[in-house]
């Protein structure tokens, strides 16, 4: 609804702005055309598609006339989304990196992956994806010499009746050190992402990189926006992981180092309290549980155990 003063009076809101009494002429004026442009989709075949587009009219009019939107605030805004939409490519989505700094990510995942029994809790998808990544075997370095400190990562995947899930498909990826996803180098290498399969038991082991916090891309609309409303762009540390078996509900999330000092501060609110673990260090020359030799490097590890709830839960 839209904000109103004692008649007569006017109220000063944020960089000036005055908020003024809405009389019953305007607000009949503005509840007509809300209601013109929901009946615009009366015909609409399809329910779902109806519901969808008349319930955004509500919410947008709405917000317009709650804040009482300028002309030249609204122009920003589509001058914004046109910005957004130039700067996104195949390898870099602008809108998804806007869904998930508005949360919107975060809560459509909450909606569409309510808690059953003890599954695996899902977070946001992320923008660097990317399909066809090469796959490795059990044990192997999905690294593929990104720069990082190495990590061994291991678990089983279960279903909720803690049966496993012998084949499940695990897709692993992440940023190197540098705070960079392969897609934003230029030279097309394919680094610190791949795949690999569940053993019979339903376990699964590989080498990574032990994650670290970096920025989103803030170069773009998305960056600016994060500026001027002194938000930080920041990630916490993560590891991506998208699992998957027959029968089961495809988990998307992310394990997060504890004593991570960004945490709860995450730019796009993905940090869940289960998904928090121990990375535990390891001295350099400390044995590695596949006998690899890393040298005088030092190295974490981690355990992951993985739950997928049934399809359709």
Known sequence: MSTYVNPGSAQAGAHGHVYREVTPEQTAVEERLVDNVLKSFASCEDPRLQELMQSLVRHLHSFIREVRLTEEEWG???????????????????????SDTLGASMQTINVNNQAYKNATEATVFGPFFVEDSPQIELGGDMSFGAVGEPCWVEGTVHDTEGNPLPGARIEVWEADEDGLYDVQYDDGRRAARAHLFADEDGAYRFWGLTPTPYPIPDDGPVGKMLAAVGRSPLRAAHLHFMVSHAGARTLVTHIFPEGDPIGRKDTVFGVKDSLIKNFEQQPAGTPTPDG?????????????DIVLAPTGA
């Open 76 to 98: 920003e805004a589509i001058d914004f989304l046109t910005k957004a939409g130039h700067i996104t490519t195949d390898t870099r989505q602008e809108f998804i990196l806007l």
């Open 292 to 304: 690899r030799d890393l040298g005088e490097a030092t190295w974490s590890k981690v355990r992951f």
